[in-house]
């Protein structure tokens, strides 16, 4: 990972890692940022490159971040944070080149219960990818390629 976010109000401290990097991202790094022992249910999801897309064969793929990218990334966590009861809160993006099987996004919510742990995870993901400037350059085993939610 690249850098860390610093909390410094309290929904601040509950978000325990936000990085963007062109290394492969570890699971285990994001999983041990949100645990806690007052945490009763954690909820992970792992967005990986898919062999296909729109009926055609993925051949690989590339993320290019925006430079304010990380810092809307932070704010994201900071809101779910605030929204939902959660005790913490960690999202990673991996940017250049993958290929199929590559994990290009993981973030994790821990929680007292486990319906908040979900809530806030989805809301978490769902966000990410429609308010961080993170494109997506797909190319197809064709040749052919195309942008996807390039804002």
Do not use: C
Not at 58 to 82: G, I, N
Not at 90 to 118: F, M, N
Not at 122 to 148: C, M, N, S, T, Y
């Amino acid at each position: 990972m690249t850098s860390r976010v610093t909390p410094v109000t309290s929904d601040e401290a509950l978000v325990r890692l936000v990085d963007l990097s062109a290394s492969p991202l570890d699971v285990a790094e994001v999983l041990a940022a949100v645990e806690d022992a007052t945490a009763g249910g954690l909820n992970l999801f792992i967005g990986r490159v898919r062999n296909h897309d729109h009926g055609q064969t993925v051949d690989h793929l590339e993320y290019t971040a925006h430079p304010s990218a990380r810092e809307r990334l932070h704010e994201v966590a900071r809101e779910v944070a605030a929204e939902f009861d959660v005790v913490a809160v960690a999202a990673v993006h991996r940017t250049g080149s993958l290929v199929v099987g590559d994990i290009a996004v993981v973030v994790a919510v821990s929680a007292a219960h486990r319906g908040e742990a979900y809530d806030a995870s989805r809301a978490l993901i769902d966000r990410l990818k429609q308010r961080v400037p993170v494109w997506k350059h797909q190319v197809f085993a064709d040749g052919a390629d195309e942008w996807v939610n390039a804002l």
